[in-house]
């Protein structure tokens, strides 16, 4: 499982003055890149010297608490390899203050070369970087983590 604390800022906020729930997915991005970085790669620059895309293919949330704008949130992150080319980054948004569940949810990408576009295996590189995540409890709807 990976980690890593987040700033939200106003303009994350709704004029509620509460997180916008979309932002939700883009946190769980923020804490996927810093998984990148935390290997001593960037992302996008590794996806650019192997010749893949990661396109996200499915997305899901559920929400229990509001984030009020300017607080700070912890993200965890753990990955299910869903084959050879697909993984599952499983996310928590947590509170800064009693680490409480704010909410939870999932992204699922699918490795594509980024000529042809077809769907291929994920390289050793990235797949290294993802196990790092790698979720360590089985999977409740009982796919493989380690496939």
Known sequence: MFETRLQTYWDDADPAGQVFFAHFFRFAEYAETELFRSSGTERMKLYRDLDVLM????????????????????????????????????????????????????????????????SRPLPAAMREIFARAQAETPDPHGRDATS
């Open 55 to 118: 396109p996200r293919v499915e997305s899901f949330a559920k929400f229990f608490k509001p984030i009020p704008a300017e607080d700070a949130v912890f993200v965890r992150l753990q990955t299910r390899f869903q084959g050879e080319k697909t993984v599952r980054m499983e996310f928590e948004v947590l509170s800064v203050h009693d680490r409480s569940l704010l909410a939870e949810g999932y992204i699922t990408a699918v490795c594509i070369d980024r000529q042809s576009r077809k």
